[in-house]
T-cell receptor
Framework: EADIYQTPRYLVIGTGKKITLECSQTMGHDKMYWYQQDPGMELHLIHYSYGVNSTEKGDLSSESTVSRIRTEHFPLTLESARPSHTSQYLC???????????FGDGTRLSIL | GENVEQHPSTLSVQEGDSAVIKCTYSDSASNYFPWYKQELGKRPQLIIDIRSNVGEKKDQRIAVTLNKTAKHFSLHITETQPEDSAVYFCAASRGSYIPTFGRGTSLIVHP
């Protein structure tokens, strides 16, 4: 079944570690997005991509980086994790029309 | 850019009552308005959407209305049930632009 997959679902890790959050979609979508969300709170767009080799920063400033080497894959990397990075990270995708967005289950990240 | 305001931030109702969540947008060129439901610990999921050439759309107990002149749209849930308890997000976008989300409404349905 076509879907969008995020791993890991939960991650608890110490300060200063390098982290990569994985996001893959089998929906054939061109556009992909990363949102940061504290539980039950608003969605903050941190990165998006219109296609391969295209990445843009979102509305919320983030110390993370992203890459889009393959259409289906859009990983997010934190070079040096800090407690302020503790949050939930949601990946989403949409077709070239941009609507609607399909979300993954998210990664709950806790930095100690 | 687009700005979307969503009210109320929290809505508490008794089972069987109706619930209404309202959103206003600023960009008159916006033409697509989805609503997402996010249950506790789950991903946001599209529940209903409306395009600017339509004034109302219904799907069983949920409906969305759009007033383009006033630039606002609303989600209506009738005969609410405990499983309707969730956070609801509205959004607005035009063409292939990135959508702008509202800040969310936490709906609590008391049995």
């Amino acid at each position: 079944e076509a879907d969008i997959y995020q791993t890991p679902r939960y991650l608890v890790i110490g300060t200063g570690k390098k982290i990569t959050l994985e996001c893959s979609q089998t929906m054939g979508h061109d556009k992909m997005y990363w949102y940061q969300q504290d539980p039950g709170m608003e969605l903050h767009l941190i990165h998006y991509s219109y296609g391969v080799n295209s990445t843009e920063k979102g509305d919320l400033s983030s110390e993370s980086t992203v890459s889009r080497i393959r259409t289906e894959h859009f990983p997010l990397t934190l070079e040096s994790a800090r407690p302020s990075h503790t949050s939930q990270y949601l990946c989403a995708s949409s077709d070239s029309g941009g609507q609607p967005q399909h979300f993954g289950d998210g990664t709950r990240l806790s930095i100690l | 850019g687009e700005n979307v305001e969503q009210h109320p931030s929290t809505l508490s109702v008794q089972e069987g009552d109706s619930a209404v969540i309202k959103c206003t947008y600023s960009d008159s060129a916006s033409n697509y308005f989805p609503w997402y439901k996010q249950e506790l610990g789950k991903r946001p999921q599209l529940i209903i959407d409306i395009r600017s050439n339509v004034g109302e759309k219904k799907d069983q107990r949920i409906a969305v209305t759009l007033n383009k002149t006033a630039k606002h749209f609303s989600l209506h849930i009738t005969e609410t049930q405990p499983e309707d308890s969730a956070v609801y997000f509205c959004a607005a976008s035009r063409g292939s632009y990135i959508p702008t989300f509202g800040r969310g409404t936490s709906l609590i349905v008391h049995p």
